[in-house]
Structures are given as C-alpha cells and as structure tokens.
C-alpha cells in the first residue's frame, strides 16, 4: 500500500505543479528529490505497480498495455525531440539576430551575450557605436592637426627667403664650401 500512496502523491504532485506553473514547472522542482536515487526508486515503484495492474489480465491485455506504454514512451520520445528542434531553432535565431547587431553597430558579438533581450542588445550595440565615433572622431583630429600646412606668419616664401635659409644652414653647420656654392649658384 505504501508503493501506491507514494505513486499517488508523486503524480498528484507533478499534475498540480504542471498546472500552476506549465512546463516550467519541472524545472521548479528539480532538487534534492530528484536525485538518481530518488528516480531509481521511483521507477522501481512504478514497475512493480504495472506487475501488480497486469497480474489478473490475460496475456493478450499485457501485450495491449506494453504496446501502449511503448507507444506512449514513443510519443514521449518525439514531443522530446521536436522540443529540442524547436529550442535549437530559437537558438540559431538569437545567434543570427546577435550577429546583425554585432555587424551593424560592430560590438563584439561575445558582449551581446550578456543582454537579457533584444532591446538591451541594441542599446549596448548603439552605445559601443557612440564609444567608436568619439574615438574615431578624436583621431581623424588629431591626423588632420599633424597634416596642417604650416605656412610662415603670412609672408609668401620668396627665392631670396629660400636662399638665405640655406646660407644660414650652411653657416650653422660651419661649412663654408657650401655657403660659397649657395652664394654662387643660388642654392
């Protein structure tokens, strides 16, 4: 009687976190009772159960169960399936999604993970974007500031300027064959 009262509460048990909660329920649940040793048991208590429901039927009424319990195990089997099918394609969705984002705003797609929806996945890609344009900006300053042509206070830079710089350079460096070439032939 205790194997029966323990089935019952069990079944009862997951039917009302079934409904409260639907398929998530299970994942509630999981805990100490789950263990291997609680599910070993379990099953033991439900095999002996269908020993005890097939003990007064006739052989034709136990193949007509064990063929509905393997039908029902089938059917347990492909709902699993189709389940996993249907996650792996959510998940291969999100993975396509994350990548658009990634390649439209060029976040790093391992950052994306971390979001908890699609908007925050935006936010963060807009924010690394805003982050890449002041970077980007700062630098294309800075290259234009070290390419700016530096003229000289406004005066154009006449022959005569540009002979008198390189006397002056030849006289700063103490050569004096140079200075008298520049005298003669103008640089």
């Known amino acids: ?12 048990e997951e039917a009302s976190v079934q409904r409260l ?11 100490g ?36 319990r393997a039908e ?20 291969r969705k999100i993975l ?17 993970f971390t979001a ?13 974007l805003k982050e890449q344009s002041v970077v980007l900006q700062k630098a294309e300053e800075e290259r234009l500031e070290a390419n700016r042509t530096v003229v000289g206070g406004g005066k154009a830079s006449t022959p005569t300027d540009r002979t008198a710089k390189v006397q002056n350079e030849y006289l700063s460096k103490k050569d004096g064959k140079g200075y008298i070439h520049s005298i003669l032939y103008g640089g």
């Not at 009687?1 to 009862?12: D, I, P, S, T």
């Not at 909660?21 to 805990?31: I, L, N, Q």
């Not at 029902?72 to 998940?91: G, V």
């Not at 908890?116 to 690394?128: C, F, I, N, R, V």
């Open 1 to 12: 009687m205790e194997m029966l009262e323990l089935l019952e509460n069990v079944r009862a």
């Open 21 to 31: 909660f639907g398929k998530e329920g299970r994942s509630v649940r999981t805990g």
């Open 33 to 68: 009772k789950r263990g291997p040793q609680y599910q070993r048991k379990l099953a033991e208590y439900e095999q002996r159960m269908q020993q005890l429901e097939e003990a007064n039927l006739d052989d034709y009424e136990k193949a007509q169960r064990r063929a509905e």
């Open 72 to 91: 029902n195990a089938l059917n347990a089997y492909r709902t699993q399936m189709m389940q996993q099918q249907q996650q792996e394609e959510a998940n």
């Open 96 to 112: 396509e999604d994350m990548q658009r984002i990634s390649t439209k705003t060029g976040i790093p797609i391992e950052r994306l």
């Open 116 to 128: 908890q929806s699609y908007d925050e996945a935006w936010e963060m890609g807009l924010a690394h």
